[in-house]
């Protein structure tokens, strides 16, 4: 039973342009949200989290948007440079600290 | 650096060979957790450790063994590894939630079993 939901394998965009990746997840108790992002190769590295009482993060070309009552979240990367093609994960955190993750979306940036 | 490290990174046995794969942290973490990754089903959990001699099971818990001798050390092993346990693994090690609120998780390098 997957509570955290990544329903698109990949993406492409091109260059420049906004890349959405999109996250939905069950649990009402998660409470606390973040992306990792992967390199082939390397382990998950953290990107930016967002804590359920707000709706909205933003680090540089990073902003993550989350809406409680659809129970998503989505990342928001602009402008996409050809250095974000990675595998980036969605995982949430309910209260008793257990993190959960999503399936991963591939996100190729072409030049 | 602060980082987390795992060993080997590349391993293929055959079925039934006990392994272990070691992981070793230096940012003085509580927490360490060993994930398992596989094609659509994204990281799943196979043990924690809240602190040295704690360990509790994930999601994905049977056939693995850990221990938490140390803090800085997080070893999986495989008694008896079988096909299914073919897969991608990761250390990750954070601070406890004792520390206060959520805390960033930090991941080795992970290790690609092949059990033939």
């Known amino acids: 039973d997957q509570q955290v939901k990544q329903n698109s394998p990949s993406l492409s965009v091109q260059e420049g342009r906004i890349s959405i990746l999109n996250c939905d997840y069950t649990n009402s108790m998660f409470d606390y949200f973040l992306w990792y992002k992967k390199y082939p190769a390397e382990g998950p590295t953290f990107l930016i989290s967002i804590s359920s009482i707000k709706d909205k993060n933003e680090d540089g070309r990073f902003t993550v948007f989350l809406n409680k009552s659809a129970k998503h979240l989505s990342l928001h990367i602009v402008p996409s440079q050809p250095g974000d093609s990675a595998v980036y994960f969605c995982?949430?955190?309910?209260?008793?600290?257990?993190?959960?993750f999503g399936a991963g979306t591939r996100l190729t940036v072409k030049p | 650096e602060a980082q987390v490290t795992q060993n080997p990174r590349y391993l293929i046995t055959v079925t039934g060979k006990k392994l272990t794969v070691t992981c070793s942290q230096n940012m003085n973490h509580e927490y360490m957790s060993w994930y398992r990754q596989d094609p659509g089903l994204g990281l799943r959990q196979i043990y924690y450790?809240?602190?040295?001699?704690?360990?509790d099971k994930g999601d994905v818990p049977e056939g693995y063994k850990v221990s938490r001798k140390e803090k800085r050390n997080f070893p999986l092993i495989l008694e008896s590894p079988s096909p299914n346990q073919t897969s991608l693994y990761f250390c990750?090690?954070?601070?406890?939630?004792?520390?206060?609120?959520?805390?960033?998780?930090?991941f080795g390098p992970g290790t690609r079993l092949t059990v033939l």
């Open positions: 995982a949430a955190y309910d209260y008793n600290n257990d993190m959960r």
């Open positions: 990750a090690s954070s601070l406890s939630k004792s520390s206060g609120g959520y805390n960033e998780q930090f």
């Open positions: 450790s809240m602190n040295v001699e704690v360990t």
